[in-house]
């Protein structure tokens, strides 16, 4: 059975950093894809950043430059950096592999 679990979220002021971790269960994340999505209230589900087994990465537009993919195949989690943090990334942000999704996580961006 599958299992991700996002942690790291939380309120920070604009401009302000969040490192997100996304731990895995059931899989091996060094053999997957996966990917970071985000969604904020009232809007639909968005793709922010992926990561292939083989380490190549991808990222949204909106985030290019600010959020960072990595993983740890140690501790078979996955991480999301983000900085210079704007209020219109507010949003639950969640991790997907091998067709699972987590809880998500919220981050609040805001004075």
């Known amino acids: 059975q599958v299992q991700l679990v996002e942690s790291g979220g939380g309120l920070v002021p604009p401009g302000g950093s969040l490192r997100l971790s996304c731990r895995a269960s059931?899989?091996?994340?060094?053999?997957?894809?996966t990917r970071w999505y985000r969604q904020a209230p009232g809007q639909q589900r968005e793709f922010v950043a992926f990561?292939?087994?083989?380490?190549?990465?991808s990222y949204a537009e909106p985030v290019k430059g600010r959020f960072t993919i990595s993983r740890d195949n140690a501790q078979n989690t996955v991480y999301l950096e983000m900085n210079s943090l704007k209020p219109e990334d507010t949003a639950v942000y969640y991790c997907?592999?091998?067709?699972?999704w987590g809880q998500g996580t919220q981050v609040t961006v805001s004075s």
């Open positions: 997907t592999a091998a067709a699972s």
């Open positions: 990561t292939s087994s083989g380490g190549s990465t």
């Open positions: 059931g899989i091996i994340f060094s053999v997957r894809t």
